[in-house]
C-alpha cells in the first residue's frame, strides 16, 4: 500500500550549453532521493526540465544562425543532448517539463494574471544593473566590486518600462517563513538569505522586459515578456497541472521538495515562496541548496568552459560508478573539488575493495564450499560467535541510521552508514577464516555455512539501501547473491534472515572492476582533450581564407617580380631557431642559392630533399639568424579551425629548375 504522494524536482536547467557533470550531481541526487522514496512505499512525482527563455538563449541562437526554438530542441532532444544525458544517467524522471511547452506558456500567462488582477504586479520603469550571463537584475547596492555578486562578471545599466512585483509586501511572511520553519536547508543559508537580502530591505521584483522577445507574452501588454524566473520557477507547479488541462496532478503532488544548486537558493526561497503566497496557493515542503562541483576551486561553468563531460566518465567508469562517486564523495549540502583522481580512488576503494570484495568472495565460497546453495538451517547456528552479533546488530540496524540521513538530504551520510557495515563484514570474514574452517567440512561445515549465510545476509541489506544510488548493479548484486523480489524490499531490509536458507548463488560477472589509477587517467585526459578540440573546432570555422587585397598593383611592377623553379639539393633545421629551415637551392644557374624559410612547424627537413618548389629570387638578400637568405619560397596560406595552415608551392618535377613564373 502506498504511503502517500511525495514530489521532488531538480532545477530546470538553461539549454544554453550541453550540461556538464555539476548539472549531473544534482540530477543524480534527486534521482536518489526520488528512488529512496519510491523504495519506502511512497507514491513518487519527480521532474525535471529545461529554462528554455531569456535573452541569453536568443543571442546564441542568433550566433548559430537558427531559431531560438531550434536552438534549444537541439540541445534538449538533439543526439547527446538532455534527454540523452538523463536516459544515460538512468535518470528517473516521471515528467520532464520545457518551458516552451504550450500548458506552460498558457498556465504562466494565467499565473501572472492573477498576480496582476491582486494589485501584486505594477507598470513602472526599471532602472539598474543587468548581469547577462545569469540574466539576473542586482541594485548597486548588490553588487559585489561592481559586477555580478553571483559569477563576478561585469553588469551593465539597464532602463526600460517594465511590470514590478510587490516582493516587498511579502518580506515578514518570508522572514517568517525562513527563520522559523526548516523550510530552507541547510540551515546555514538561512542567515545568508536572511542578512544579504531581507534585512537590507526586500525591493519590489522586476517581472517583465521589453528588449528582447525570446520569451512567454504578457498576454494583456504586448510588447513584454515575462521575466524569465517568474516563468521558470512556476514550472514546479504547471507541470502538475496548475491552471492548464495538460495534467491534473496538482492536487495530489504539491506542495513538493525543490533541490536546487545554492547559486539559485535566492530564488527559491525568497521570490518563488512569494509568488505562491500572491496566487494563495501552498507553499513549497522545502528549498533544499545544495554546494557546487569545483573543478581547481572554481566553479564550473559552461560560460567560463571549465567543465567535466559526463559523458566521458560514464563510459569510462560506467553510470553507476560516476552516480555512486558522486553521492559518496561530496557532502550534499557543501562544496566539493572534482578530480579524476578522486573518482578512480572512490571506485577502487569502495567499489571494487569493499563492496565487490566481498559479493565476489562470498559467492565464490559458496560455488566451492557448497556448490552454489547453502544448506538448510544454516540461518541459526548454536556455536553463534561475539562478531556474528555485532555483524548482525549492524546490519539490522542500517535501515534506520539510513533513513535518518536521507530524510535529511544527506546521501553522503547513507552511504557512509552502508560502508561501515560492508567494512564491517569484510573483517569479519577475516575473523571466521572461511577457506581454514573447510579444510574440514565434517566438523565446520555447518559453521562454514552460517557464516556465508550472515555475509550474503549483510550484502542483500546493504544492496537494498544501495539500490538508489546505483539501480543496475544492485539488480545483478540480487542475482548473484539468490535474493528474491520479496527480500529486496524496504520492509525486508530491516528484517534479517529475510533471505531464504537454499536460494541459488551465482558467482557472476565482476560488478565493480579494478581501475588501473596510472593508465585511467592518461586514457581520460586523451579523452577530454579530443572531446575539449571537438568543441573548440565546432565553434570555430573550418577554413578562413584571408580576403583578397582591394588595391591594384601595376603590371610593370608585377613584372619585376622574378618567380623561378628551384629544386631542393639539401635541406636542415637551422640551429636555435624553431622556425626556420635552411635550404640549399638549384636555381637553374648552376651556383646554389640559399634561402631560409620559416616552416619548420609544417615540414620536416627530410620530407622536401628533392622537391621542385616556387622562389622569388630578385628579393634583396636578407640575414636571417646570421645567415643569408637571398629569395623567398612560395606557399599557400589559410586559416583551418582557428589555426595556421601553410602549404609551400609544389610542381611536377618534370620541370626543369631555373624556369621563369610569369
Ligand atoms: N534555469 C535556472 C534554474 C531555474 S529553476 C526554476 C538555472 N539553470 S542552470 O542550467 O544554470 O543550472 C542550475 C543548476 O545546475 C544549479 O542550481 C545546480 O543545481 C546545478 N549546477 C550547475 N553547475 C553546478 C556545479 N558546478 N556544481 C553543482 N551543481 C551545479 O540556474
Redesign the pocket.
Known amino acids: 500500500m502506498s504511503k502517500g504522494n511525495f514530489f521532488i524536482t531538480?532545477?530546470?536547467?538553461?539549454p544554453s550549453d550541453k550540461l556538464?557533470i555539476?548539472?549531473t550531481?544534482?540530477t543524480v541526487a534527486t534521482d536518489a532521493f526520488a528512488r529512496y522514496k519510491r523504495l519506502c512505499g511512497y507514491n513518487v512525482m519527480f521532474l525535471t526540465g529545461t529554462?528554455e527563455h531569456g535573452q541569453k538563449i536568443e543571442d546564441k541562437a542568433r550566433e548559430a544562425g537558427v531559431t531560438p526554438k531550434q536552438f534549444v530542441d537541439n540541445i534538449v532532444a538533439g543526439e547527446g543532448g538532455v534527454l540523452d544525458l538523463w536516459k544515460l544517467m538512468n535518470i528517473s524522471n516521471d515528467r520532464f517539463v520545457r518551458t516552451t511547452d504550450d500548458y506552460h506558456v498558457q498556465s504562466v500567462q494565467k499565473i501572472f494574471k492573477k498576480m496582476y488582477d491582486k494589485g501584486d504586479i505594477y507598470k513602472g520603469k526599471y532602472v539598474g544593473k543587468y548581469c547577462k550571463p545569469c540574466e539576473s537584475f542586482w541594485t548597486d547596492s548588490q553588487l559585489k566590486d561592481g559586477c555580478c555578486p553571483d559569477c563576478g562578471r561585469p553588469v551593465v545599466d539597464a532602463e526600460e518600462e517594465a511590470y514590478f512585483f510587490k516582493l516587498s509586501k511579502y518580506a515578514d511572511r518570508i522572514q517568517d517563513l525562513l527563520e522559523n520553519t526548516d523550510f530552507l536547508e541547510p540551515r546555514s543559508r538561512v542567515n545568508e538569505m536572511v542578512n544579504n537580502f531581507i534585512k537590507p530591505g526586500l525591493e519590489d521584483l522586476c517581472v517583465s522586459r521589453t528588449s528582447f522577445s525570446w520569451g512567454i507574452p504578457v498576454d494583456f501588454d504586448p510588447g513584454h515578456v515575462v521575466y524569465v524566473w517568474v516563468d521558470?520557477?512556476s514550472?514546479y507547479i504547471t507541470a502538475l497541472g496548475y491552471e492548464n488541462d495538460r495534467y491534473n496532478d496538482y492536487e495530489a503532488f504539491w506542495p513538493g521538495v525543490n533541490i536546487?544548486?545554492k547559486?539559485?537558493v535566492r530564488?527559491h526561497s525568497i521570490i518563488w515562496p512569494a509568488m505562491l503566497m500572491s496566487i494563495e496557493e501552498p507553499l513549497p515542503k522545502k528549498c533544499f541548496g545544495?554546494?557546487?562541483?569545483?573543478l581547481d576551486g572554481g566553479?564550473?561553468?559552461k560560460s567560463k568552459g571549465n567543465v567535466v563531460d559526463p559523458y566521458i566518465l560514464a563510459e569510462k567508469f560506467g553510470v553507476d560508478a560516476l552516480r555512486f562517486f558522486l553521492m559518496r564523495t561530496f557532502p550534499f549540502g557543501s562544496d566539493g573539488n572534482f578530480s579524476n583522481e578522486l573518482l578512480i580512488q572512490t571506485i577502487n576503494t569502495d567499489l571494487a575493495n569493499d563492496l565487490g570484495n566481498i559479493v565476489s568472495r562470498t559467492t565464490a565460497m559458496v560455488g566451492k564450499y557448497f556448490g552454489g546453495t547453502l544448506p538448510e538451517g544454516c540461518a541459526t547456528c548454536e556455536t553463534a560467535q561475539p562478531f556474528d552479533t555485532e555483524l548482525i546488530g549492524m546490519a539490522t540496524a542500517l535501515r534506520d541510521n539510513y533513513e535518518y540521513a536521507m530524510e535529511h538530504f544527506a546521501p553522503h551520510k547513507a552511504l557512509e552508514e552502508i560502508f561501515k557495515v560492508i567494512q564491517r563484514a569484510n573483517k569479519y570474514i577475516d575473523e571466521n577464516a572461511p577457506w581454514v574452517l573447510a579444510k574440514d567440512m565434517d566438523a565446520n561445515g555447518e559453521r562454514l555455512a552460517h557464516v556465508l549465510y550472515n555475509l550474503l545476509e549483510t550484502t542483500r541489506i546493504c544492496g537494498i539501501l544501495l539500490t538508489p544510488f546505483m539501480p543496475d548493479s544492485c539488480a545483478k548484486l540480487f542475482e548473484q547473491i539468490g535474493s528474491c523480489d520479496a527480500c529486496r524490499t524496504w520492509d525486508s531490509a530491516a528484517v534479517w534472515g529475510s533471505r531464504a536458507e537454499t536460494a541459488p548463488v551465482t558467482k557472476g560477472e565482476n560488478l565493480f572492476p579494478r581501475v588501473d589509477v596510472q593508465k585511467a587517467i592518461e586514457e581520460l585526459e586523451a579523452l577530454q582533450a579530443a572531446k575539449a578540440e571537438e568543441a573548440r573546432r565546432a565553434s570555430l570555422p573550418a577554413v578562413e581564407i584571408e580576403p583578397q587585397s582591394e588595391e591594384f598593383v601595376d603590371f610593370d611592377t608585377f613584372c619585376k617580380s622574378d618567380f623561378r623553379v628551384v629544386k631542393v639539393k639539401a635541406c636542415e633545421n637551422v640551429k636555435k631557431s624553431e622556425k626556420l629551415l635552411k635550404f640549399t637551392l638549384d636555381d637553374g644557374t648552376g651556383t646554389d642559392r640559399q634561402i631560409l624559410s620559416g616552416i619548420a612547424k609544417w615540414y620536416k627537413p627530410e620530407d622536401l630533399i628533392g622537391k621542385t618548389l616556387v622562389a622569388i629570387v630578385n628579393l634583396p638578400p636578407r640575414k636571417m639568424m646570421g645567415q643569408d637568405s637571398c629569395g623567398m619560397l612560395i606557399s599557400a596560406v589559410h586559416n583551418e579551425y582557428g589555426e595556421e595552415k601553410l602549404n609551400l608551392l609544389m610542381l611536377d618535377d618534370a620541370i626543369p629548375a631555373g624556369a621563369k613564373l610569369c
Open positions: 531538480t532545477p530546470i536547467y538553461y556538464h555539476g548539472h550531481y544534482c529554462d521558470a520557477l514550472n536546487v544548486g547559486e539559485i530564488f545544495h554546494g557546487w562541483l569545483l566553479k564550473m561553468s
